[in-house]
């Protein structure tokens, strides 16, 4: 075993390459710790535990790497078999593990140690394997052997073969091991540096260069791709072999194909019909004159006998009418889009000149899964998401898959380990059978006929081995806890006798005490969990562990790889089994760093996705929320990859949301926010972004502006709507264009300064130009600006070797961020609790657009709290996170020229809707009021009053109508949205208010707990969660303004009925709003029965209690006419 170690300490260089790694020699204890041993104790020490070790020696005259296709395998399979671990202070160790689970991995590209051993004396290495598992055997003798004692057996055996004595009769592998002056046919992963790797994929060998300085090292100012036509984006015809370098600038590279071929756009806007549009913003001007004659009324024609009232209720009005047109203004533009997969693939991935093969030309994609906390968020429910990103219909060499485990645990990490053990059977079988959805739990549990327009006779055979599989798959999940537990508890019981043992005989026949062996958290092969463990230790517990990448499936080759009849227990002999890239990330946490929860999380997998794969687009989604639609990817794909794609930083994609009751009792679809909202700020500089289904550009996270950023002016129309207008600038050199961020204003860009900002990982810096030359659009039209040539990223993956994952442990580190820019200006943003919204605020702020992409089918799906407690909850937590958004700097009133005046208004009505509760509640109040009173909040209800009201719910209603036409919503959804607007409003709304000011005044901190993921027991019904009743403070304040609506009612009616001269208008005003106030509340009120009427005790005490008290103070306060005394001349039949 070999532990490959680079010094990670504050005063370590960061990003080296291979060389600055320092290798030293140990071996690992049954109990999990390491053992420096010296050369020379390796040679001697025979009989203690050390299996085998392999050491990185950087070539020599005298060691050269073997073949290179062979080296790269060994090398891919060594850095998946092995669990990397590392941190702040530490060395970074390559643990090569056995196996990662109990049971038997069978997929070639699984993590884990597999295949043969090697038949030499002394030596139980694994033999070398080929894509599929296959022993790599270089003799025809067939006789077992390792790399590494196959490297000895040629350079200091003459080449002759161990096993029959006969020398290699395959000499091209020998001699391309041995012989330092032949050449190779591919440069090995190890003489190559890793900036050369990674440009190596920026070049096309028949049309282009990379230009280099005088000293042969890469130049950051002049990386683009030179022509020997016009220089820059907009040219979409590209030199021949010749062009490059010969001087000419004639544009004889003319390419046929691209000329005759008509051009045809990936996406199409689809503008909502004037007969509805139009009416549309009428109604919305004549209800904004209609707001402004009525506020103008009420102001002047105050309620003298309860001037009070009066004001407090046109207070109220006047904040409604300015909240409503927040809301209201930037819908004025909204629009559809529609995408065309079938011109994506017939330009990315269908044969043609510049690409002969009909490889993918499309661009990598990293997507990101998060969770925490595996009792709230369950292993299986993540497991189910792995298994559908696995399965998306994309390039399986384009995908990669981070899962990023923040809370360390072991049930988390081996939970993965069986997704991608059980994906080895899931995958091929959905691409054989075009399954849809492509989550198992989802689809298996689907209640539609699974036969329908499948035509396979093998299918319905292929189905049940499946789902027997996948049952199978789901015990041993969901017994990951106890196997474990079981485990640590052999090992330790095992340990705990070792040292009794030991102690006895130091202490001979001296007394001695009974000793506590920690109860560590083992792994599979019988080593210590690097992270956290179940029994908190020092350096095992949360917030406090090592940092930790996995390879759980290697990086697939280039080639499609079909399955064979024998080796899988379904026919996959026609199917490409390869499987993408899946890492586990959990960073390093230490006490005292402040990790900055999900934000932080996802910094961390942007730096360690930009070493290991470098998609140029980055798609995040939430534990929960798996691909239901597998061309999701493709369809985002086609806004980025389409011309102006270069300006957009993210696609954002509607949340559905699966197990909802079928009233939709608490609104949770959203489906106004997602089908309304949404729709209409994609008219402008579009959709804010929402946390999850969102594919980003990666260098928008890195904060730079948007190529040509110059060239859009901020007049007045650009800004209210999306149609950008040009303004004639100075031409600008392209290679200025590519990279730019607005700190720097028009000064070139300073390289210099990339380490201040990203760190001093240099593989990091290196990688930033590769994957924004990779992010461009096709440059196959002259239309399309700032973009790449046909065929640039056919070129096969990069090797991920050893000295690439212990780069990647270095920046998730704790103190990797440290002086950085990492959450201010880079990445997601830190500061609040709704980090999404502010790092989607700041992309805007520097121009870039973005884009809403709504799927025929449902793109992703997921699950939303359905008890009335948690939907609280997690309203209370967005709330929260809008009132930080004001109090800080990302408000929208102090946002750049850049964004468009309509989006800065959708921004800052994010910033102030919670402040709308202090007015709301006040307001639900005033008809109890009112009724208590015997006033009301105007004088008497004249006929001006009631046209003016008639007018204002007219208007509303026929906006209602008309917004339900243009975005597809149903009427029952809109009164839904109503009905929890008001509830959240007076509930959480008015606690985030108080939160949030209590932070910003006085400087509390506010901490929220994640949404459980998990549903009700499985004995109970599918909305079993609906009925539960948990008390929270929240409630106080709608059930308090329910019971005194109520009482207010009834004393409203008893005043009327038995006075001497009936105040009936004022009555029937004061019952109207109480009734409104109910009505919106109704849904509320029946959450708090439950299934059958229960409703804990302490709700009704409190609320009685309050309601007492304020009709007592009221009646004290204000005694009818004539009182002498509390309660005055009133009094019941």
Not at 1 to 10: D, E, T
Not at 397 to 408: F, P, T
Request: aromatic share 10%.
């Amino acid at each position: 075993m070999m532990n490959a170690r680079s010094s990670n300490g504050p005063g370590s260089p960061k990003g080296g390459d291979i060389t600055g790694l320092v290798v030293t020699f140990g071996r690992r204890t049954s109990s999990g710790r390491y053992v420096n041993l010296s050369r020379d104790s390796l040679d001697n020490d025979s009989g203690t535990e050390f299996a085998n070790y392999t050491v990185h020696i950087p070539p020599t005259p005298d060691n050269q790497p073997m073949d290179p296709s062979i080296s790269q395998r060994v090398e891919e399979q060594y850095v998946s078999s092995s669990l990397f671990t590392g941190g702040y202070n530490s060395v970074t160790r390559a643990h090569l593990m056995d196996k990662v689970i109990e049971s038997e991995a069978n997929h070639p590209q699984m993590a884990g140690a597999k295949g043969s051993s090697c038949k030499i004396n002394g030596c139980d290495g694994k033999v070398m394997s080929d894509e599929r598992g296959d022993d790599i055997l270089p003799c025809e003798c067939d006789f077992k052997i390792c790399r590494d004692c196959y490297i000895d057996s040629v350079k200091t055996g003459g080449g002759i073969c161990p096993g029959c004595k006969e020398p290699y009769k395959n000499t091209d592998l020998a001699e391309n091991a041995v012989d330092p002056q032949r050449p190779l046919t591919l440069t090995s992963n190890v003489s190559m540096s890793k900036m050369e790797r990674r440009l190596s994929l920026m070049k096309s060998g028949n049309r282009s260069a990379l230009v280099r300085s005088q000293t042969g090292d890469f130049d950051q100012n002049r990386w683009l791709f030179e022509t020997k036509g016009t220089y820059g984006y907009g040219n979409a015809i590209w030199p021949k072999d010749d062009g490059v370098g010969n001087g000419s600038n004639d544009g004889s590279g003319e390419t046929s194909e691209f000329l005759n071929k008509p051009w045809r756009p990936l996406t199409r806007k689809l503008k909502t019909s004037a007969a509805v549009l139009s009416p549309y913003r009428l109604l919305i001007l004549v209800r904004m004159v209609v707001l402004g004659f009525f506020l103008e009324w009420r102001i002047s024609h105050p309620n003298e006998d309860a001037r009070w009232l009066w004001l407090m209720s046109i207070i109220c009005e006047i904040w409604f009418a300015f909240s409503w047109l927040l809301d209201q203004l930037p819908k004025l533009a909204p629009v559809n889009r529609a995408t065309d997969l079938n011109v994506l693939k017939e330009k990315f991935e269908t044969p043609n000149a510049t690409n002969p093969t009909g490889k993918s030309d499309l661009p990598g994609v990293d997507i990101f899964v998060s969770t925490a906390d595996p009792e709230k968020e369950p292993p299986l429910v993540t497991a189910n998401t792995i298994l559908s990103i696995l399965a998306a219909d994309y390039p399986v060499e384009k995908l990669s898959c981070y899962v990023s485990d923040d809370g360390g645990a072991l049930l988390t990490f081996e939970a993965m380990a069986e997704a991608a053990s059980f994906a080895n059977l899931w995958v091929p079988f959905c691409r054989k059978h075009d399954i849809e959805p492509r989550n198992p739990e989802s689809y298996f549990s689907m209640k539609r006929d699974p036969y329908k327009n499948k035509v396979r006779s093998d299918f319905v055979k292929d189905r049940r081995r499946v789902k027997r599989e996948y049952d199978e798959f789901k015990v041993r999940t969901n017994g990951l806890p106890d196997s474990i537990r079981r485990r640590s508890d052999a090992y330790n019981a095992r340990e705990e006798i070792k040292d009794l043992k030991r102690q006895r005989e130091a202490a001979a026949d001296e007394a001695w005490e009974p000793i506590k062996v920690i109860k560590a958290t083992w792994m599979a092969d019988g080593t210590h969990w690097p992270g956290t463990w179940v029994a908190s230790a020092p350096e095992h517990s949360r917030g406090d562990h090592a940092g930790i990448i996995q390879v759980m499936l290697k990086p697939p080759s280039d080639v499609p790889l079909h399955g064979t009849v024998d080796s899988q227990p379904v026919d996959f002999s026609e199917i490409d089994i390869r499987l993408p890239l899946l890492v586990y990330v959990s960073r390093e946490k230490r006490p005292g760093y402040d990790h900055n929860k999900k934000a932080g999380a996802m910094n961390a997998l942007v730096r360690a996705s930009a070493i290991m794969s470098n998609g140029p687009f980055i798609l995040n989604l939430d534990c929960d929320h798996y691909i239901y639609n597998s061309e999701a990817i493709r369809e985002g794909m086609c806004f980025m990859m389409d011309r102006g794609g270069d300006r957009i930083c993210y696609v954002q994609f509607p949340q559905r949301f699966e197990g909802i009751d079928p009233s939709d009792r608490y609104a949770n679809h959203n489906t106004v926010f997602f089908d309304v909202n949404m729709r209409a700020l994609d008219g402008l500089q579009g959709p804010v972004y929402v946390g999850t289904g969102c594919l980003f550009r990666r260098t928008a996270l890195y904060s730079f502006d948007p190529p040509r950023s110059k060239e859009y002016s901020t007049g007045c129309c650009s800004c209210c709507f999306g149609s950008g207008k040009k303004s004639v600038v100075a031409s600008t050199p392209e290679e200025n264009k590519a990279l730019r961020m607005s700190d720097f204003g028009d000064e070139e860009m300073n390289l210099t300064l990339f380490p201040k900002r990203f760190g001093n990982s240099s593989y990091l810096i290196d990688s930033i130009p590769v994957a924004e030359f990779q992010g461009r659009p096709l440059a196959d039209h002259p239309a399309v600006q700032h973009g790449r040539p046909p065929g640039a990223l056919t070129l096969p993956r990069e090797v991920l070797d050893a000295s690439t994952v212990a780069e990647a442990i270095s920046v998730i580190s704790c103190w990797y961020e440290d002086k950085t820019e990492w959450g201010n200006r880079v990445g997601w943003i830190y500061g609040s609790v709704t980090e999404d919204v502010v790092t989607g605020y700041r992309m805007h702020n520097r121009g870039w657009r973005s884009i809403y992409c709504v799927t025929k089918r449902d793109a992703f799906r997921g699950t939303a709290p359905i008890n009335l407690t948690d939907r609280l909850h997690q309203v209370l937590r967005w709330a929260t996170g809008s009132v930080e958004i004001f109090f800080s700097r990302n408000n929208a009133l102090l946002a750049n020229p850049k964004m468009k005046i309509l989006q800065k208004i959708a921004y800052l009505n994010v910033g102030i809707y919670p402040f709308t509760s202090i007015f709301l509640i006040v307001y639900c109040f005033l008809p109890a009021l009112s009724l208590f009173s015997g006033q009301f909040i105007v004088q008497s209800l004249n006929v001006t009053f009631l046209s003016y009201l008639l007018m204002i719910t007219l208007t509303l209603c026929m906006l209602a109508v008309l917004e339900i036409k243009w975005s597809g919503i149903t009427l029952e959804e809109w009164w839904r949205n109503e009905q929890f607007w008001l509830i959240g409003g007076t509930s959480a709304h008015l606690a985030a208010v108080l939160q949030g000011l209590l932070k910003v005044i006085a400087g509390i901190e506010i901490s929220f707990t994640l949404t459980s993921k998990s549903g009700g027991d499985e004995n109970d019904d599918d909305f079993a969660d609906l009925y539960i009743i948990k008390w929270s403070s929240l409630m106080i304040p709608p059930i308090t303004i329910m019971l005194v609506n109520l009482i207010a009612i009834a004393v409203g009616f008893s005043r009327t009925i038995y006075s001497e001269i009936p105040q009936w208008s004022r009555l029937i005003g004061g019952v109207f709003f109480s009734f409104w106030v109910l009505a919106h509340l109704y849904p509320f009120a029946k959450g708090l029965m439950g299934r059958r009427g229960r409703t804990p005790t302490i709700v009704f005490v409190w609320s009685g209690l309050i309601a007492i008290t304020i009709s007592l103070l009221w009646v004290a306060i204000d005694p009818p006419a004539g009182a002498t005394g509390i309660g005055g001349s009133f009094q019941f039949p």
